[in-house]
């Protein structure tokens, strides 16, 4: 039947079937034609598949915990601490600093059939790897560093329902709203001063790796507009560290930060006057509350003592503060001290000094958090701080310069 075009098929099948048994009969002159027999070749059996041999190696990714050595990460996969302990003093000899490690880093192992390890790939970054390979008895270490293609981009926003909102909404990552808060800490509150309608532009270095963005590098200057002002923050490189400061050279690192905690919600204010939430009546709330989940860390608002640390009946676990120039600060309902804390103790801003809770007198998780003054208790949002630092005499020249040069591009490049 193959080859018979299925047309003159169809109608021999209809002949068939019109011409009835006659058909049949007549049919019978394709009957006549002796039907060879399908005589099937016996079957050859497949051959049995070649079970690809074992690969040479086995490439075993290692994922870096918080606090880890080499040694311990590369033990926890079954290399013995004695190599380990080689294979990281070829590393530190070639300059890799390990004392770094985080889990962000990259760790794999590549072993033999005989599971010994061959090599280790270490990437600390996405512009730099080793090797440390195995000769014989030793190791070798071969360095690779690429030179990122850096490229500056300016990003602009309005915040509608939040600035990480705002920062999705240009295809950028929450990192960067991060840092813009952190630039402003001592001047804005996030938490509290957040509007719909607020808009920030910046200018930040983007890195790329053959035309793929890998990460960001600087973020060079940065603008933030309410209803009511505009904040600038200009990076420079100032005693080698990259610093933030406004237009006129004055430090943006104050020693009072705006909030002990970041983008949470703010459930009573400050006020002289506030119906008590368990006690009843009217009494005085001189002091900010913070919504946020138990175990949010609190962070110490400038440099300071420990001058309490530890129960204090209904505030709960609490840290007392003393700050320069008469100020104290407190930190209340806490679910736990962080490691060290003790009366006496010396605390850097920022530092972590316990976690939210709601310990004592208290409905809810959430921070009560206060600030004296010459041991009168004022409104943290509404304190004017030290101003910072302005920067030094020497470089206030070439640090002017450069701010009008990057404000302008930012006006230029993402207008408001
Ligand atoms: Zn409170």
Redesign the pocket.
């Known amino acids: 039947m193959v080859g018979m075009p299925y047309r003159k098929l169809l109608v021999a099948g209809l002949a068939a079937v019109i011409l009835g048994t006659a058909a049949v009969a007549s049919t019978s002159w394709w009957a006549a034609a002796p039907v060879a027999p399908v005589v099937s070749a016996p079957a050859v059996a497949p051959p049995p598949p070649v079970a690809a041999p074992p690969p040479e190696h086995r490439v075993e990714a290692v994922a870096l915990k918080r606090g880890d050595t080499l040694v311990r990460a590369l033990a926890r996969k079954g290399v013995e601490k004695r190599v380990g302990q080689r294979i990281a003093d070829a590393l530190v000899e070639s300059g890799a600093d390990l004392r770094r490690m985080n889990p962000r880093h990259g760790l794999a192992i590549t072993w033999n059939l005989a599971g010994e390890p061959l090599e280790i790939a270490y990437t600390p970054s996405p512009w730099l790897g080793y090797a440390v390979i195995a000769t014989g008895n030793d190791w070798e270490v071969r360095r690779a560093e690429t030179r990122p293609d850096v490229r500056v981009e300016a990003i602009a926003g309005e915040a509608t329902r939040s600035l990480f909102q705002a920062i999705d909404d240009a295809g950028e990552s929450p990192q960067l709203v991060v840092e813009m808060a952190e630039i402003f800490s001592s001047d804005f509150d996030f938490t509290a001063d957040t509007r719909s309608g607020d808009r920030f532009r910046l200018l930040v270095e983007k890195r790329y790796a053959e035309d793929e963005f890998v990460d960001y590098g600087r973020l060079l200057v940065a603008q933030y507009l309410t209803a009511t002002r505009v904040l600038t923050g200009v990076g420079f490189e100032q005693a080698d560290r990259w610093r933030y400061y406004d237009p006129d050279g004055r430090s943006l690192k104050k020693s009072f930060l705006k909030s002990p905690l970041e983008f949470t919600r703010i459930t009573?204010g400050f006020t002289y006057a506030r119906p008590h939430p368990i006690l009843g009546g009217t009494r005085p709330?001189l002091?900010i509350?913070y919504a946020a989940p138990v175990g949010t860390p609190v962070r110490a608002v400038a440099d300071g003592v420990v001058t309490r640390a530890g129960w204090a009946g209904g505030n709960g676990i609490s840290v007392i503060l003393r700050h320069r120039s008469g100020y104290e600060t407190m930190y209340?309902h806490l679910s736990k001290l962080a490691a060290g804390m003790r009366r006496g103790g010396r605390v850097a801003q920022r530092q972590v000094i316990g976690y939210v809770g709601s310990t004592g007198l208290s409905t809810g998780p959430?921070l009560?958090y206060r600030v004296s003054k010459h041991g009168r208790f004022v409104n943290p949002l509404h304190e004017k701080f030290l101003p910072g630092e302005p920067i030094p005499a020497a470089d206030r020249a070439a640090f002017l310069a450069h701010a009008r040069d990057l404000v302008r591009r930012l006006e230029t490049q993402a207008a408001f």
């Open positions: 009573s709330h002091a509350d209340n959430h009560d």
